[in-house]
């Protein structure tokens, strides 16, 4: 079982819908859990960071975490084409200095 | 705030020689950097991690005789890929943290190794 699971899609989402891409994670001491946009080509770049269970909205984004099922997603809202790109869920264990990161889901917004 | 800046954004260099890729935060101290590396339509691949006065920490699998790291300063640290070659070819990327868990990365050096 991988550490960070995600579902590398493609995700396809009609303009103006509500995007939702998930992650799950396997180790349970596991404490800080982001959110990474790639467009092709690119480095990555931090749009979300959330620490405890619940909803942490930021604009059109809310990133949902539920450390009982192990379990983060994150949602964006009025999708618009230029959100068109890799999103890569990571996690960071206590103690530990790295992220490790799931494979990334590919989400493809259409006009 | 918190952006890292990456020199160069893109070299190629012949098969044999050493290719050095700077990482500097530009508006804070970077208590822990890290290197990654990723090939097309691949995930990133974590190299190794850095603090400011300490050797470096290799992810398993990675040379740590061709892959230098220096992390010399809490803004600046250095990737030196030696003896290159072509399978070295890749998207070097470096991130950066203050002291929370927020990794902010740079923009990337395309390394071409011919």
């Known amino acids: 079982q991988k550490e960070v699971e995600q579902n590398s899609g493609p995700l396809s989402v009609p303009e103006g819908a509500i995007a939702s891409l998930n992650c799950t994670y396997s180790?349970?001491?596991?404490?800080?859990f982001f959110w990474y946009r790639q467009y092709s080509g690119k480095s990555p770049e931090l749009i979300m960071s959330i620490y405890s269970n619940g909803d942490k909205e930021d604009g059109r984004f809310t990133a949902q975490l539920n450390k009982a099922s192990q379990y983060v997603s994150l949602l964006i809202r009025d999708s618009q084409p230029s959100d068109s790109a890799t999103y890569l869920c990571?996690?960071?264990?206590?103690?530990?200095?790295?992220?490790?990161f799931g494979q990334g889901t590919r989400l493809t917004i259409n006009p | 705030g918190a952006v890292v800046s990456q020199h160069p954004s893109r070299v190629i260099c012949k098969s044999g020689t050493s290719v050095k890729i700077e990482c500097r935060s530009l508006?804070?101290?970077?208590?822990?950097m890290f290197w990654y590396r990723q090939f097309p339509k691949q995930s990133l691949m974590l190299m190794a991690t850095s603090n400011e006065g300490s050797k470096a920490t290799y992810e398993q699998g990675v040379e740590k005789d061709k892959f230098l790291i220096n992390h010399a300063s809490l803004t600046l640290s250095t990737l030196t890929v030696t003896s290159a070659h072509p399978e070295d070819s890749s998207f070097y990327i470096c991130?950066?943290?203050?002291?929370?868990?927020?990794?902010?990365f740079g923009p990337g050096t395309r390394l071409t190794v011919t």
């Open positions: 180790d349970r001491v596991s404490q800080s």
């Open positions: 991130s950066a943290r203050e002291g929370g868990h927020e990794q902010y």
């Open positions: 508006d804070f101290q970077a208590t822990t």
């Open positions: 990571a996690v960071n264990s206590r103690g530990a200095q790295k992220l490790v």
